[in-house]
T-cell receptor
Framework: KQEVTQIPAALSVPEGENLVLNCSFTDSAIYNLQWFRQDPGKGLTSLLLIQSSQREQTSGRLNASLDKSSGRSTLYIAASQPGDSATYLCAVSGTYKYIFGTGTRLKVLA | ETGVTQTPRHLVMGMTNKKSLKCEQHLGHNAMYWYKQSAKKPLELMFVYNFKEQTENNSVPSRFSPECPNSSHLFLHLHTLQPEDSALYLC???????????FGPGTRLLVL
């Protein structure tokens, strides 16, 4: 049974810092891994999708890496801004099934 | 705006009520999903539809009944819910299983 863990559960950093969010999963047989952002009381916004054959994806200040063999992914956020404050979720997919982690609550202080 | 809309955005219902949640996607996707998000728990997949056919029922109680009349619309019919069913219900769609899932804003449900 696939389990997804995200560490840390919460993170508070000053504006401008570079930071890394971690996601680990127990079953390496995945189709892809997706990082989402969720603002309080809102739906999820997709940030990056990494297919199982890829090692990383980049979008603006975000870079996500995937190491299937070790069951790990990281989301790197460069030059953090207060607008980055949100909960970040990773999800790994099997056949039509996404398993989500519990998320990392990020607060970027101005 | 992700192209996935959900109505209503907020719903309060008693345990004996019957209500329905609606999801519509304008992205031409083939797969649609219902998720439940409870406080301090991971997002839980409830149902998956692919080309209007249900492909996944993740051991969801029968008081939740999904309906997918076409590939653009998905409903979740609610009947005799319990207070512990109070949660944010999220709908998502994707082109296929290997593609990005796009989420709607969710329906915040409170069962009294």
């Amino acid at each position: 049974k696939q389990e997804v863990t995200q560490i840390p559960a919460a993170l508070s950093v000053p504006e401008g810092e570079n930071l890394v969010l971690n996601c680990s999963f127990t079953d390496s047989a995945i189709y892809n891994l997706q990082w989402f952002r969720q603002d309080p009381g809102k739906g999820l916004t997709s940030l990056l999708l990494i297919q199982s054959s890829q090692r990383e994806q980049t979008s603006g200040r975000l870079n996500a890496s995937l190491d299937k063999s070790s069951g790990r992914s990281t989301l790197y956020i460069a030059a953090s801004q207060p607008g980055d404050s949100a909960t970040y979720l990773c999800a790994v997919s099997g056949t039509y099934k996404y398993i989500f982690g519990t998320g990392t609550r990020l607060k970027v202080l101005a | 705006e992700t192209g996935v809309t959900q109505t209503p955005r907020h719903l309060v219902m008693g345990m004996t009520n019957k209500k329905s949640l609606k999801c519509e996607q304008h992205l031409g996707h083939n797969a649609m999903y219902w998720y439940k998000q409870s406080a301090k728990k991971p997002l839980e997949l409830m149902f998956v539809y692919n080309f209007k056919e249900q492909t996944e029922n993740n051991s969801v109680p029968s008081r939740f009944s999904p309906e997918c009349p076409n590939s653009s619309h998905l409903f979740l019919h609610l009947h005799t819910l319990q207070p512990e069913d109070s949660a944010l219900y999220l709908c998502a769609s994707s082109q296929d299983r290997q593609e990005t899932q796009y989420f709607g804003p969710g329906t915040r449900l409170l069962v009294l």
